[in-house]
């Protein structure tokens, strides 16, 4: 397995966070991204996950309710990865794959545009 500390994963993910255009990052409402060392025991190869209510799906009923979760899990990432570069790549997809689910786009559209 590829070694990285927490921190510098957690800098890589900062950094992919950055590449997000402006445009996109200002459209973001109530969302949080986190960095975990290990998935859910159900899912260990899990990568990232979002825990909230897309944009999409908001209406007048949301205010008040805590934020959208983001999660990005370094342990598996690190353990499908054979090199550093590797790991950027494949954290920016897990950002850009998650942030996606925020904004209400579903796996099956996300998988066709090479987000998978």
């Known amino acids: 397995m590829l070694e990285m500390t927490r921190e510098?994963?957690?800098?890589?993910v900062a950094e992919a966070l950055d590449r997000i255009p402006p445009e996109l990052t200002r459209l973001m409402d109530n969302v949080?991204?986190?960095?975990?060392?290990?998935?859910?025991?159900?899912?260990?190869?899990l990568l990232g996950l979002y825990e909230g209510t897309p944009l999409t799906e908001r209406g007048e009923w949301y205010a008040g309710v805590l934020p959208?979760?983001?999660?990005?899990?370094?342990g598996p990432t690190l353990?499908?990865?054979e090199s550093r570069e590797e790991v950027v790549e494949e954290?920016?997809?897990?950002?850009?794959?998650?942030?996606?689910?925020?904004?209400?786009i579903d796996d099956a559209r996300l998988?066709?545009?090479?987000?998978g």
């Open 8 to 12: 510098e994963f957690e800098e890589l």
């Open 32 to 45: 949080a991204v986190f960095v975990e060392d290990e998935p859910p025991t159900d899912d260990p190869e």
């Open 91 to 104: 954290t920016e997809v897990t950002v850009v794959h998650e942030i996606a689910h925020h904004f209400g």
């Open 79 to 81: 353990r499908m990865c």
């Open 111 to 115: 998988h066709a545009l090479g987000y």
């Open 68 to 74: 959208d979760r983001i999660t990005i899990y370094r």
